[in-house]
């Protein structure tokens, strides 16, 4: 049972526009959410996070939102840039079991000139 | 700093092998983690050591052997594996268990 679901596996945006990646997740437990990105060969690096008493929490050019009724996050990146093109994963858990991270099963993006 | 490190990077050995992965990391940071990726897959946890005591398991195989040294050092002792095993291992630390975690750039295993 998937828990966490990353329904597109692949997007591809043009450098400069907007890149939105989705997640999805159906356990109503979780209340902390996370996005890393991941390059070939390396680990992934954590890029921003969202606590569920916020619907929204931006770091530079990296915002997530958080609908917590439809059970949703997104992850925009604007503007979208070469060195963003790599696999993000969203990945989810609830207080109490913070240590045990539920992940999607990633995106992969593909900036383009 | 937020900097994880694994040795050795890549890994190859046979069934009937003993081998160790090693991950280290000098943020003081009182949790470690190990998990294992497929290939197209989501990493799933493994273990959880918090104050180098082992607070999860995640029923894995006792193939896998976990050993927290110290509060800088994570080892996972591997044992008669089978290939289905090979996988990029990774580890992962965090101030607290609670906290984000930060992970290493992984050891790729092959078993033949």
């Known amino acids: 049972d998937q828990q966490v679901k990353q329904n597109s596996p692949s997007l591809s945006v043009q450098e400069g526009r907007i890149s939105i990646l989705n997640c999805d997740y159906t356990?109503?437990?979780?209340?902390?959410f996370l996005w890393y990105k991941k390059y070939p060969a390396e680990g992934p690096t954590f890029l921003i996070s969202?606590?569920?008493?916020?619907d929204k929490n931006e770091d530079g050019r990296f915002t997530v939102f958080l609908n917590k009724s439809a059970k949703h996050l997104s992850l925009h990146i604007v503007p979208s840039q070469p060195g963003d093109s790599a696999v993000y994963f969203c990945?989810?858990?609830?207080?109490?079991?913070?240590?045990?991270?539920?992940f999607g099963t990633g995106t992969r993006l593909q900036v383009t000139l | 700093d937020t900097e994880v490190t694994q040795t050795p990077k890549h890994l190859v050995m046979g069934m009937t092998n003993k081998k160790s992965l090693k991950c280290e990391q000098h943020?003081?940071?009182?949790?470690m983690y190990w998990y294992k990726q497929k290939a197209k897959k989501p990493p799933e946890l493994m273990f959880v050591?918090?104050?180098?005591?082992?607070?999860i398991n995640e029923s894995v195989p006792s193939r896998f052997s976990p050993e927290c040294p110290n509060s800088s050092l994570l080892n996972l002792h591997l044992h008669a594996l089978q290939p289905e095993d090979s996988a990029l291992y990774l580890c992962?630390?965090?101030?607290?268990?609670?906290?984000?975690?930060?992970f290493g750039p992984g050891t790729r295993l092959t078993v033949l």
């Open positions: 990945a989810a858990s609830w207080t109490g079991t913070a240590s045990k991270l539920t």
């Open positions: 356990n109503s437990m979780f209340d902390y």
């Open positions: 969202i606590s569920s008493i916020k």
């Open positions: 943020m003081g940071h009182r949790a």
């Open positions: 992962a630390s965090s101030q607290e268990s609670e906290d984000t975690q930060y």
């Open positions: 050591y918090s104050y180098e005591k082992l607070s």
